[in-house]
């Protein structure tokens, strides 16, 4: 069975057929699964481990957000956004770890892949005008290299192996006949 003109037929994430294929093809579709598995995983981790580390969420003390904001607050780009986190910095450090772990998942899922990106790339930005904005010679700080890593995934979304992707082909589907 082969695509419209006869040509190979090739499937996508979840088997929905579509026209064309070959290798490079292929591994143009899936270019982006390594980056998605790699900024998933590392933000469900980072928002977990924020989750179960007692001092990072503490009022105050060493290891805390609240000691990190002080320590950050004259080299902050935005030195506003940090008196705001230090008026509950609790309630922030909860607010990241759920936000971190809500973009991973989205990520990793491809559920939304889209807002899922753009969260991450604002949770990326925040931090790095913020804790890693006085780091000397900005291709030092992770953080400004991982809000370019999400710039791919907010223009493209997850065209494969994806939450989206599957309910896709569902709509695609829907009110066509199983059989005949």
């Known amino acids: 069975m082969g695509g419209e003109g006869g040509g190979p037929k090739a499937i996508d994430g979840f088997g929905d057929a ?4 070959g290798n490079r ?32 969420l503490a009022g105050s003390g060493d290891g805390s957000l609240a000691s990190l904001l002080e320590s950050v607050h004259q080299t902050a780009a935005v030195p506003w956004l940090i ?15 759920a936000g971190e772990i809500a973009v991973g998942a989205g990520t990793l899922l491809g559920l939304w892949p889209r807002l899922a990106a753009f969260g991450g790339g604002l949770i990326s930005l925040t931090f790095w005008l913020t804790v890693s904005w006085e780091t000397e010679h900005y291709y030092y700080s992770n953080d400004l290299a991982y809000l370019m890593s999400w710039l791919p995934l907010l223009l493209s979304g997850a065209p494969t192996y994806s939450l ?9 589907r829907r009110g066509q006949q199983i059989f005949g």
């Open 18 to 21: 579509r026209v064309g294929g």
């Open 25 to 56: 093809t292929s591994a143009g579709r899936h270019a982006l699964l390594p980056l998605r598995l790699f900024l998933g995983i590392t933000f469900v981790y980072a928002g977990l481990d924020k989750l179960t580390d007692s001092a990072f």
């Open 83 to 97: 008196d705001l986190a230090l008026k509950s910095p609790e309630g922030f450090g909860y607010a990241i770890a």
């Open 164 to 172: 989206q992707s599957l309910l896709a082909v569902r709509r695609r």
